[in-house]
């Protein structure tokens, strides 16, 4: 995979990095395997209410938020390798214990607990893959690690439904241990060189200065990807409700199918392109792609334009997440390498947990075809904000 004339300190595809993709598949399946299936399994087992049901969800995603603050500050004291199999374990555990759980409340600790296990490994494994990647082929390696993200978004939510239909709740629950043990088993592979805190970070482990919870570089591009992700919400929460409205059902999947897609192939090829020709000339159009599609989402009404609209959405959401990580960790420094990382996931999960609440307000005001040209100008402000930056930056050191 190197090209003629890298040295040996270029290879990428060693047994480190294929380890972190495969434990990051198996993690990232797990995640849209339960979040596709929890809400229905609540109503069903538990007759949980709208409300309760969204909580045993998306309890996973506020967990997960809590535990990527502290996780940044704290990972090279507990260690990244370490922490990556401390949260496979749990997988394997958590997964097992849904099974005899008979409370509602239970099940949304439970869903708590899962996410604080996802967010502390999910953080550890994308800081410390940082280091099994050549910096010249940063934005490359990184599309190729996010395309097991990509892959799990269509197979995490397929085997829920064809699981939870032919088998039952606990053969879901079954297959989310058995994909943490093969998470587990893939970590055990994943060794990486651990850094060693300075003595400064030792001083500072107990302090709650905000500063060691948040990086400020991680905040500025962060904040970029939250925007992004708030839009992106309206389309996995409002998208099939959208299309049934209309008539036109079916095309829902066939928009995720087109999504992953395009989302795949361009996670193939964008990071080549970021890393031998500069930042902006990969950001700037996959954010144009981005809003296009939102806006083809809110005026179409066939399902060829709902289709285009996945295609240009893979396109450029399904290309920014690790276009913009390229960026933030380029611009860090190895110490602060784990917080920058904490702190750009914990902006785009707070993007994609505040979405659906917020913009539901506006379907109820408004509609559907409003909301989703609501969430195309939130994409246009994401990219200004980009521009604002970091974008005019890397012109003004030539690097586009």
């Not at 919400?233 to 087109?258: C, D, N, Q, R």
Request: charged fraction near 10%; charge should be neutral; aromatic fraction near 10%.
């Amino acid at each position: 995979m190197t090209s003629s004339g890298e040295g040996s300190q270029e290879k990428l595809w060693t047994t480190p990095f294929v380890a972190a993709v495969l434990v990051n598949l198996f993690m990232s399946s797990v995640f849209y395997l339960l979040l596709t299936s929890m809400a229905g399994y609540a109503v069903e087992t538990f007759a949980a209410s709208d409300a309760l049901a969204g909580l045993a969800s998306s309890g996973f995603i506020l967990g997960a938020v809590v535990s990527r603050l502290l996780t940044g500050k704290f990972l090279d004291f507990v260690g990244r390798r370490r922490l990556v199999l401390i949260s496979m374990i749990g997988y394997i555990v958590i997964g097992i214990a849904y099974i005899p759980v008979t409370n509602l409340g239970l099940l949304i600790a439970l869903r708590l607990l899962h996410g604080v296990a996802f967010g502390a490994g999910n953080t550890a494994l994308v800081a410390s893959v940082q280091s099994a990647i050549p910096a010249a082929r940063r934005a490359e390696g990184n599309g190729y690690f996010a395309t097991a993200t990509t892959l799990s978004t269509a197979v995490g939510p397929f085997l829920a439904v064809w699981l939870s239909q032919n088998y039952g709740f606990e053969s879901v629950f079954t297959l989310s241990a058995i994909l943490g043990g093969a998470g587990l088993l893939a970590g055990w592979f994943f060794t990486v060189p651990e850094r060693i805190p300075t003595s400064e970070e030792h001083a500072q482990v107990w302090s709650l200065r905000l500063g060691t919870f948040i990086d400020r570089g991680g905040l500025r591009i962060g904040a970029v990807i939250g925007l992004a992700g708030f839009a992106y919400a309206s389309v996995l929460s409002f998208l099939a409700v959208h299309t049934e409205a209309m008539g036109i059902p079916e095309v829902a999947s066939a928009y995720f199918a087109a999504y992953a897609i395009a989302s795949l192939v361009a996670r193939l090829v964008v990071g080549r392109i970021q890393d031998r020709h500069g930042d902006n000339v990969v950001i700037l159009p996959v954010l144009a792609c981005y809003t296009v599609g939102m806006v083809l989402i809110g005026v179409g009404q066939t399902p060829v334009t709902i289709i285009a609209a996945g295609v240009l959405v893979g396109l450029g959401f399904g290309s920014l997440l690790p276009s913009l990580l390229a960026v933030v960790v380029n611009l860090s420094v190895p110490s602060r390498v784990g917080v920058v990382t904490s702190t750009f996931y914990l902006f785009l999960d707070l993007g994609s947990g505040l979405g659906p609440i917020l913009l539901g307000y506006v379907v109820t005001g408004f509609g559907f075809p409003v909301m989703f040209l609501v969430a195309a100008a939130l994409t246009v402000l994401s990219g200004l904000l980009y521009v604002y930056v970091h974008g005019r930056q890397a012109v003004a050191r030539g690097v586009y």
